[in-house]
T-cell receptor, first 117, second 115 residues
Framework: DQQVKQNSPSLSVQEGRISILNCDYTNSMFDYFLWYKKYPAEGPTFLISISSIKDKNEDGRFTVFLNKSAKHLSLHIVPSQPGDSAVYFCAASPANAGGTSYGKLTFGQGTILTVHP | ETGVTQTPRHLVMGMTNKKSLKCEQHLGHNAMYWYKQSAKKPLELMFVYNFKEQTENNSVPSRFSPECPNSSHLFLHLHTLQPEDSALYLC??????????????FGPGTRLTVL
């Protein structure tokens, strides 16, 4: 049973346009959500995160939106650049009653983003 | 350079072999993790260590045996593996598990093939 799902295996976008990557989750205990980016032959690198008390977090060209009622989050990249071409993973984590992290990340399958010049 | 290194980067082993994967972090972190990524599947958390103590074993078969001798090093000892264990094994570290959230930094992974 996959608790974090990225239903689009791939996305192709023209340079300068918006890239929208989507992620759905099923576990209502998830409290913190992250996006990681992975280039070939490298490990994933942290991109942006959002806590469940927010519905939007912005960092430069990257914005993450969280819709808790729909258990859905999305990553917007504006404007998209060829260097953004990578695999993007959505991940989620529960927090324990003390407000600290178990360190347990549950990942989606990833979406391959290709940005064409 | 993420500050987390893994060796070897590629490993081919038979089902009767014993081998070990090594992870080292140079970030001064106290929590370390092993993840597995099989083909066309999400990354799966295997083990979590915090200050050298194992805090999570995600129902991993005993043919995978982790070892954390200090906060900078993490090993994954492998014995009598199956072909379905072929995957990318990723190590990660974070400051510790004490805060609400600490970013996890990943190594480049070891690509394991079991024949």
């Amino acid at each position: 049973d996959q608790q974090v799902k990225q239903n689009s295996p791939s996305l192709s976008v023209q340079e300068g346009r918006i890239s929208i990557l989507n992620c759905d989750y099923t576990n209502s205990m998830f409290d913190y959500f992250l996006w990681y980016k992975k280039y070939p032959a490298e490990g994933p690198t942290f991109l942006i995160s959002i806590s469940s008390i927010k519905d939007k977090n912005e960092d430069g060209r990257f914005t993450v939106f969280l819709n808790k009622s729909a258990k859905h989050l999305s990553l917007h990249i504006v404007p998209s650049q060829p260097g953004d071409s990578a695999v993007y993973f959505c991940a989620a984590s529960p927090a324990n009653a003390g407000g600290t992290s178990y360190g347990k990340l549950t990942f989606g399958q990833g979406t391959i983003l290709t940005v064409h010049p | 350079e993420t500050g987390v290194t893994q060796t070897p980067r590629h490993l081919v082993m038979g089902m009767t072999n014993k081998k070990s994967l090594k992870c080292e972090q140079h970030l001064g972190h106290n929590a370390m993790y092993w993840y597995k990524q099989s083909a066309k599947k999400p990354l799966e958390l295997m083990f979590v260590y915090n200050f050298k103590e194992q805090t999570e074993n995600n129902s991993v078969p005993s043919r995978f045996s982790p070892e954390c001798p200090n906060s900078s090093h993490l090993f994954l000892h492998l014995h009598t593996l199956q072909p379905e264990d072929s995957a990318l094994y990723l190590c990660a570290s974070s400051q510790d598990l004490g805060a609400y959230w600490n970013e996890q930094f990943f190594g480049p992974g070891t690509r394991l093939t079991v024949l």
